[in-house]
Structure formats: structure tokens, C-alpha cells
């Protein structure tokens, strides 16, 4: 996840507090392990050296493929799960940003859903092509901790992934949890508070990743269709949903919608802070 | 190209694949309110046509982040009603000389004399700047000023808070400094001199004083500095408790006197008070108090949190070096009774011992004392306090009500009661209510 | 007088003691009611300034005020 994970909960029962925490260790591994990109021993992977057979995968799988079809489908082809490949133009992953916009057109030959056969549960993708669950991981995770808790209790719970975060049970005293969203000028600042009483957050945009070219600046969060992020993004999106999964989809959507932006989660008549 | 159709209900639907089933509930997410504003209304009434008072109250805050905030105070108010001048009552009518100097006013034989001619409007303001410094330190400075008809305050105050062991452990120091104009109209007149009573079919403004009546050459301002030190602890004491130490050091310095008040100077046999200059039927001396005052209080509360209610219990013991020592407490039950209401019911008791300088009467046959005042709230008091608090919370703020009775009993400097005067009431007793109205809502 | 003063604060002090309270078991300090009302402390510190010959306690007095 490479991102500090949390969870608060409000009670006076320790092993209760204890139960709830481990599960989330546990489930936060265990999703990480499973779609990480970086771990030979991960299911990901082993669809990603498939060579382009056909592959069975499981049910957990089989629900998060067809949502990141949903997405692309609801999005246009902007989002796609097969866009991982795009690092190899920007990559963010080690040292200085370094960008090769020539590199585009070559890798949008293995880009696109449409080329990938699903028929649940069985995955065939091309040789040459990727599957990235890293957009919708991180937020699965927190809805299936959060979903799990609100069973074990009524108490005021709040799941934190790096950021992408939802709460169950009462609200907390006080009233309601407290979230900043960092400011993009100075770290570790809250550019705006925010008080959740019910439902989940989750946020976009990452201030300290960023390209400039000619100018311009662009954040990480790629249009498949064009190989480049979207023109005009705002800086960070954060959006308030029922579920931390509605909340990073739509926060991802409206970041590839660029200048739209703020148009696009007005007509979703979602409740959302930008900053530009 | 933007997207047409609003993507709410098919990610819904996508979203209840991926996990099983949706929360029923929506998100409930809103921007912090950084504003705070609370208001009070307050009704203060006291007895035999005593002072009252009406005053507004609002208190302005702000959080700008975690660590900074800032808060302004403005309070009005309104002040008629009569007030002891200090002198006793006597079998015949007396004649005063009113506060402003010129209005005079009649007092009905048997009655304690009060001055009815009070009369003020005062504004105050303050605001502070707190600051967070490093983690475990904040600081608070802040200025006040006020203002009335023959009154002016200007004063600054700064205030440092240190925490120990995860903020188990609080520690303050605070300083104060105050600096205070009294203009009484007319001047001020010299203590322990003869008050000049108009005629008794006088009483006009336009009765001017004489040479030789006590007064200063007029319009005279006068002045007092008010220097206080505070040095405290808060300690967590338990899980349901907490303990507030602090001891407090004040000096004040220049004009204490109150100018518009007297002492009867009496017969010592029939206490009867003696003819006053240029044919005055009595007379009366205005009083006089030094013109230093260094007190000390030792401060103490305990707070405790049951698992509904809480209760806080404060000690508050004071000596000074006018010889007056104090001792209050108090006590504050909150029993709150649901999420959004609560009362709190509030007891209190207060006694002080005499200003070594305060006397009820001055005896005619005894020398002239370097200081005295004859002020009731100098004198030997109890008092106590009885009433109750009433919240409740709606969604977008608190409304309060407060009831409060307060009783005063002075005891008269002993020795007083002599002759006829011990027919007489000589300090009345003081009742008083409080209601107050209070609104308080964030934004 | 002095002596009844140290005495008065030695014994309170000696009451805070000496207890460990987790951070995680602040939580009933944290509650409104346990925070001392501020406009009401004032607004009385204000009314028994003008009745009676002590001031101040928890904080300082506040401004002075030429009320009778």
C-alpha cells in the first residue's frame, strides 16, 4: 500500500479495539500481497506473465475485474485497468520524475479493456499487457474492513488507508471525526477541515508527485485513451460517498475529467473539495 | 469532452457488486466551523430599588488551524438603581449631595441612605491571540479595554501554558496589566473631608459647590495601575478526574478610593450624627482608602466526570493587605440529562473579613483615622449563592438559562450600634437575582 | 495568614499524586461539560468583583470597572 494505514475506534473494550485492528493489519496485507505489482508471489503478477492465456481467477478477483470494467465503460475508456503499462513514459516509481512522451504511441498498442477477454472467471490477456488493480485497491480495502467492523459493533470506527478513509457506528464523541486534506503548499498542513459523521473520503491527486512539461503541470492519474493525464487537473479532489469505493471512483473520474473537473462531481451532486 | 449522464446510479449498482451490499445511510461529511460565537443576555436585580443591571454579552472565536485561534469579547451594559453611599440612618431626613456633584438627593428618616443617581452605560472589549509553540506549549496575549461615564480601562495580558508527560501535567504562568482612568464628575473630592449638602428645598444642577466644600479644582483625572501575577497547574488525576492549583499575586497602585462615598460622623453616646460645616444639618466625611492594595489568592478546583454527569468543586482563599481575607467555594453539578440537555444546579459561599480601615460610622469625640470607608463590601460578609443552569442542544447550536439567587449579610464595624443607631438597620441586607439567557452556535 | 496559605497548597499538592493515566483513557476529559464554561466564569467573576472585596481565582480579574 506504501501508505500509513489506521484505524480508530472509540470504546472502552480493549480486545474489541485489539480484534478490529488486527483485521485490518490483516486484511490490508493480504490485498497488498495479492495485487501488488512488485511481488513475485502475487496473483497480479501471475496474470501479468500469463502470456496470454486464458487464466481462472477467483471470486474476490472476479468482482474487482468487473468493477474496474464498470469504471471504464462509466468513464469512457479514460479509466482502464490495463493503463499500468504507462509508468514505463512517466516513471514515478524511482528517484527524479522522468518523463518519455515519445514512448506514448507504442505503449498505447497495449492498452484497452476492449482487448482483453473476460468471462468470468476466466481472464485472457494478451501477451504484452498488464492488469493494475492500484487504483481500486486501496479503497476495496477499507470497505471490506469498514464493512467487517460495522458488524462486530456499533461503536464509532473509522478505517484510514493512507488517506482513503470511511467510518461505521456512532458517530464519535465530539460529535463527528475530524480530517484535514493536506495542503498542497506546505506538507503535513491542513489546507481544509472537514467533520465525517457517516461515509467515507477518499482523495486524488498527490502534490508531491507531479510532472511539468513546458509549463504545464500534470498530475499521475493517466487518460488511457491518450497515454497523458488530463489537462487542467486539479491538484487534490476529495469526495464524500457512502463507501470509500464510490468516493475514490468518483475522485478518480472527476481527476481525469481535468478542467471538467468541478463540473463533472456538480452534475454527480456529490459533495467534494478541490484545490487547484 | 465531458461525460452527459450523471454516473451515480450505475457506480452504485458496480460498487454493490464489488462488496456485497451498500451502507443505507448517505455520507454525512461538512466543512469544520471555525467560528464560534456564544451570547449571553443577562437580567442582574437587586432589592429595595438596588442596582440593576442589563447586560449583552458576546464572545467571538475563531480556530485558524490546529495550533492558532483568536477571540473577541464585547459586552455592554447597563447600570440604574440605588446603591448604599455609605452613610447610616438617622430619625430625620438627610439631604445629599448626589455622585455627579450637583443633583442632590432626600433621604426618609429610618432608611439607609441610597444613592439612586447612578447612572451608566459601559462597553468592554478585549481579544486574544493563542498560539501553539512547538507541541507541548501555547501562548496567549491579549488587550481589554473598557469604558463608562467616569471610567476607563486599558490593559494587556499574556498568558504561557506548558505540558508535561502527554499533557497530564499543565503548567501557566500569566501576567496582567491594567491601567484605569476615574473621572468623577465634578473632581474627586479629598478624602476624610466634609461633604457640602444642599439646601433642603435645593437640589438643582445648577447649585454650584463652594469654595471650601472638599472638591479639587474640577475635572481632575485620577488614575490606578492594576499589576496581576498567576502561576497554576492542571493535573489529570484519574481517569475521571482533574486538578486545577493556582496561586494569584495582585497589586494595585494610585486612586482606590471610592469617590461618591461617605461615613456619618456620629455622636459616640447618642449616635446621633453631629452638624456638618456652614450650617449643615450632619455631617458626613468621604471616605478614603489607601492608595496601594497587594493581594494574594490560593486557588483550587477538582473536577470529576461520572459516567453521565460530572461535578466541579472550587476553593478559592484570598488575604490582602487592607487586612481583608476572603474564603469561597463553590460547587457545580452537571447532570446531563440526555444527549442534549442538561442541568446544573450551583451553590455557592463567600466570607470576607473587614478592610482594617472600615468602619460603619466615625465617632465625633475620636481622632480622624488615616483611611476609612464605610463601603458594605468592605465590610465583616456572607454570602451565598443558590441556582441552576439549564441547556439544551439543537442542531445548530446550545440555548441556556440560568437562574441565580444571591444573599449578602454584612455585619456593622463592632462598636457601631450606639445610641440610637442601634434602632436602626445600619447596612442592608443585599438579595439579588441573576437570569441569564445564553445562545451559542458554531459555523 | 501565610502559614494557612503553603499549608492550603501543600496539601492539594500532595493530593494531585502521582497516577499513570494512559492517553487512551482521556477520554471522559475530553467531554464538553468537563471544559469550564468561560462566559459564565466572567460573567460572575464580573458580578462578585462588584459586590465583594475579592477578585479573580481561576484566571485574572479582567478589566477593571468603576461599577458600585
Known amino acids: ?276 | 469532452m465531458q461525460l452527459k449522464k450523471p454516473i451515480g446510479a450505475s457506480l452504485a449498482a458496480a460498487t454493490c457488486g464489488l462488496l456485497g451490499a451498500l451502507p443505507a445511510a448517505p455520507a454525512a461529511a461538512q466543512d469544520a466551523k471555525d467560528w464560534d460565537i456564544e451570547s449571553s443576555l443577562l437580567y442582574y436585580g437587586e432589592d429595595n430599588d438596588r442596582v440593576k443591571d442589563v447586560s449583552l454579552d458576546v464572545a467571538i472565536r475563531r480556530a485558524l488551524d490546529e495550533d492558532r485561534s483568536f477571540s473577541i469579547n464585547l459586552t455592554v451594559d447597563s447600570l440604574t438603581g440605588a446603591t448604599p453611599n455609605g452613610a447610616v440612618p438617622t430619625n430625620d431626613v438627610q439631604v445629599f449631595t448626589g455622585a455627579s456633584g450637583g443633583k442632590g438627593y432626600i433621604v426618609e428618616p429610618g432608611e439607609v441612605p441610597l444613592d439612586p443617581t447612578f447612572l451608566d452605560t459601559r462597553i468592554a472589549a478585549s481579544a486574544n491571540w493563542q498560539q501553539g509553540l512547538g507541541e507541548a506549549s501555547r501562548w496567549n496575549v491579549g488587550v481589554s479595554v473598557s469604558d463608562e461615564y467616569d471610567y476607563f480601562h486599558a490593559g494587556a495580558n499574556a498568558r504561557f501554558e506548558h505540558d508535561f508527560n502527554l499533557r497530564i501535567t499543565t503548567a501557566y504562568l500569566g501576567i496582567a496589566y491594567g491601567q484605569d482612568d476615574i473621572k468623577p464628575v465634578g473632581g474627586a473630592p479629598i478624602g476624610l473631608t466634609p461633604m457640602v449638602a444642599l439646601m433642603d428645598n435645593g437640589g438643582g444642577a445648577d447649585e454650584e459647590p463652594g469654595d471650601n466644600d472638599g472638591y479639587r479644582d474640577g475635572g481632575t483625572s485620577l488614575s490606578k495601575d492594576v499589576t496581576d501575577l498567576l502561576v497554576g497547574v492542571t493535573q489529570i488525576l484519574s481517569r475521571r478526574s482533574l486538578l486545577e492549583l493556582s496561586y494569584s499575586y495582585g497589586k494595585s497602585d494610585g486612586y482606590l478610593t471610592e469617590p461618591y462615598k461617605l461615613l456619618s460622623v456620629v455622636d459616640p453616646v447618642t449616635g446621633i450624627p453631629v452638624p456638618g460645616p456652614d450650617g449643615a444639618p450632619f455631617l458626613y466625611l468621604y471616605e478614603k482608602r489607601p492608595d496601594q492594595r497587594t493581594k494574594q489568592s490560593v486557588f483550587a478546583e477538582w473536577r470529576h466526570a461520572f459516567d453521565r454527569d460530572s461535578m466541579a468543586v472550587n476553593f478559592r482563599y484570598m488575604t490582602d493587605d487592607w487586612d481583608v481575607t476572603s474564603e469561597t467555594a463553590e460547587v457545580r453539578y452537571r447532570w446531563n440529562i440526555n444527549e442534549r440537555s442538561y442541568l446544573e444546579p450551583h451553590l455557592r459561599y463567600y466570607t470576607q473579613t473587614a478592610a482594617e480601615f472600615y468602619r460603619t460610622v466615625l465617632f465625633a469625640d475620636e481622632r480622624l483615622p488615616r483611611f476609612a470607608s464605610a463601603d458594605y463590601r468592605l465590610a465583616d460578609l456572607d454570602a451565598y449563592t443558590v441556582g441552576a443552569k439549564y441547556g439544551h442542544l439543537t442542531d445548530h447550536g446550545e440555548f441556556t438559562v440560568r437562574l441565580e439567587y444571591y444573599q449578602q449579610d454584612s455585619n456593622p464595624s463592632p462598636g457601631s450600634a450606639v445610641g440610637e443607631l442601634a434602632n436602626h438597620e445600619l447596612i442592608l441586607p443585599m438579595s439579588a437575582a441573576i437570569l441569564q439567557f445564553g445562545y451559542r452556535f458554531k459555523f | 495568614m501565610k502559614r494557612k496559605l503553603i499549608a492550603i497548597l501543600a496539601l492539594l499538592a500532595a493530593a494531585a499524586g502521582c497516577t499513570t493515566v494512559q492517553p487512551w483513557e482521556r477520554d471522559l476529559h475530553a467531554r464538553a461539560d468537563m471544559q469550564p464554561d468561560q462566559q459564565d466564569s466572567a460573567i460572575d467573576d464580573h458580578i462578585y468583583f462588584s459586590k465583594e472585596a475579592s477578585s479573580g481565582g481561576r484566571g485574572f480579574a479582567g478589566g477593571g470597572c468603576g461599577c458600585n
Not at chain 1, 477541515?193 to 461515509?199: F, M, P, Q
Request: glycine letters at 10%; one cysteine or more; proline letters at 5%.
Open chain 1, 1 to 276: 500500500m506504501a501508505s500509513p494505514c489506521e484505524v480508530l475506534i472509540e470504546t472502552g473494550d480493549k480486545d474489541l479495539a485489539s480484534r478490529i485492528g488486527l483485521r485490518a493489519r490483516d486484511e490490508a496485507l493480504r490485498i497488498d500481497r495479492k495485487f501488488s505489482r512488485y511481488r513475485n508471489d502475487s496473483l497480479i503478477q501471475a496474470i501479468n506473465t500469463s502470456r496470454g492465456r486464458p487464466r481462472r481467477v477467483d471470486a474476490e478477483t472476479a468482482r474487482l475485474l468487473d468493477y474496474g470494467a464498470a469504471l471504464c465503460k462509466l468513464s469512457e475508456g479514460r479509466f482502464d485497468l490495463t493503463s499500468g503499462v504507462l509508468r514505463q513514459a512517466w516513471s514515478f516509481d524511482e528517484g527524479p520524475i522522468a518523463a518519455h512522451p515519445e514512448k506514448i504511441p507504442t505503449l498505447l498498442e497495449r492498452i484497452g479493456w476492449q482487448r482483453v477477454t473476460w468471462q468470468p472467471p476466466m481472464l485472457t490477456l494478451p501477451e504484452g499487457m498488464e492488469i493494475d488493480l492500484g487504483g481500486i485497491g486501496k479503497e476495496y480495502a477499507v470497505d471490506l474492513v469498514a464493512d467487517w467492523a460495522a458488524l462486530q459493533t456499533d461503536s464509532p470506527v473509522l478505517v484510514n488507508f493512507g488517506g482513503d478513509l470511511r467510518c461505521t457506528g456512532r458517530p464519535p464523541q465530539g460529535g463527528a471525526w475530524r480530517v484535514g486534506i493536506e495542503s498542497i503548499d506546505q506538507a503535513g498542513e491542513a489546507a481544509r477541515r472537514i467533520e465525517l459523521k457517516a461515509g467515507a473520503l477518499a482523495t486524488s491527486g498527490d502534490a508531491k508527485r507531479h510532472i511539468e512539461i513546458d509549463g504545464v503541470r500534470y498530475g499521475h492519474i493517466f487518460d488511457a485513451r491518450t497515454g497523458w493525464p488530463a489537462r487542467g487537473a486539479p491538484r487534490s479532489i476529495t469526495v464524500a460517498a457512502p463507501t470509500c469505493s464510490q468516493a475514490g471512483s468518483y475522485s478518480t473520474l472527476a481527476m481525469l475529467q481535468g478542467e471538467g473537473a468541478e463540473a463533472f462531481l456538480k452534475t454527480e451532486s456529490v459533495q467534494h473539495w478541490i484545490l487547484r
